[in-house]
């Protein structure tokens, strides 16, 4: 059975930055794994998949400034995150399983819990 459990969000200033990361077991076999946000009264948003080849994807509103990675050796896919502005502020998600462009969130099969980003 998988598991995802996200950790590392908090209070941050206006161009400050978080590490989010994700701490997964079981057999998260798929295409990709990803990171997702949603903010009160919005869909939920693709930030950045990871391939199983190592190759990564960035919405365009993330892009410079996010970046995905894994440590294998701990189990944990990583978001790396810098110059945080007040319209990140989101509860952030992690998704294992994916497939097809691994950008939209019925392609993923396991999700976590989110953990609360807030970015005044």
């Known amino acids: 059975q998988v598991q995802l459990v996200e950790s590392g969000g908090g209070s941050v200033q206006a161009g400050g930055s978080l590490t989010l990361a994700c701490e997964f077991s079981g057999s998260t076999y798929g295409n990709c794994m990803g990171w997702f946000r949603q903010a009160p009264g919005k869909e939920r948003e693709g930030l950045a998949a990871?391939?199983?080849?190592?190759?990564?994807k960035y919405a365009d509103s993330v892009k410079g400034r996010f970046l995905i990675d894994k440590d294998v050796a701990r189990n944990k896919l990583l978001l790396h995150m810098s110059n945080l502005q007040p319209e990140d502020t989101a509860m952030y998600y992690c998704?294992?399983?994916?497939?097809?462009?691994?950008?939209?969130?019925?392609?993923?099969?396991?999700w976590g819990r989110g953990t609360q980003v807030t970015v005044s």
């Open positions: 990871l391939y199983s080849d190592g190759s990564v």
């Open positions: 998704a294992a399983g994916g497939g097809g462009t691994c950008r939209e969130e019925d392609e993923y099969s396991h």
